[in-house]
């Protein structure tokens, strides 16, 4: 079982290994208000604001708070409905804006976020802002098996998505930052989205650990227009099959 200082070494380790430009998010649903982690701010307690979830987020990434959002929190409609706080409403007009996945009704009072690194509680589920080469990195490595366990959705509310299914299915998912975020949270429009439950962070980081020890990192991803290119052993061998290989030449190359 993964404890805490580990989920807090994860996430120095992957604003480093991906160079982020912001913190990977630590997400724990609050079964009661005293589940509140100590230092966490309260926005309407304890400054008389009202903000989105998608804001909550942003300034746990940015600014490196711990922000805890309870239903008096929020001043976005989706957050209350999807994390259970209020029943989804069943206005004919209104279906259309609800379709998204929900947890059960008063199992949770709010939500907590804090930047992996310095969150002093275990998440639930681990968000990660990042540009499109970064997630592409912190995907490719995953193995077969565990491949079929990533989802993607592209639609509003992204954080229904975020956190619901991840913690319901234990399923890495893929979104884009919502209009919302994009509007009021300033998401980047190059950032996309990875989240992941807690019992993968382990197998996430290892095989980014791989990856940087074979020198195939993110950091060490630049772009060269080559031709000719030096093969991988995997293209030399199906090369081979084909009848495309260039007997002794040092690097693989093709005819």
Known sequence: MTTLSEFNRYGEEL?????????????????????????????KKDQGIHISQCQAFA?????????????EDNW???????????????DPDMQQFVTFPTF???????????????ANFEPDVVIIYSNTAQQR?????ISSKERDKVDYHFFPPACAYQVVPVMSGGRFMVTLPDPGDHMRALAGEDEIILSVPKDKMEVLVMALRQMEER????ARSGMLMLHDFAQPPLYQTLF???GLYEEGTDEGEKK
């Open 76 to 90: 976005c409609f989706a957050p209350i409905i999807a994390y259970g706080l209020e029943e989804k409403p069943d």
């Open 59 to 71: 300034m746990s990434r940015r600014q490196r708070v711990t922000v805890a959002m309870l239903e």
């Open 240 to 242: 081979k099959r084909w």
């Open 215 to 218: 020198q195939f990192g993110y």
């Open 137 to 141: 990195n912190m995907l490719l490595p």
């Open 15 to 43: 604003e480093k290994i991906l160079i982020l430009r912001t913190s990977p998010l630590a997400v724990k649903m609050l079964e009661r208000e005293g589940d509140i982690p100590e230092g966490a701010i309260r926005p």
């Open 104 to 118: 059960e009704r008063d199992k949770y009072v709010g939500i907590v976020s804090a930047p992996l690194r310095a």
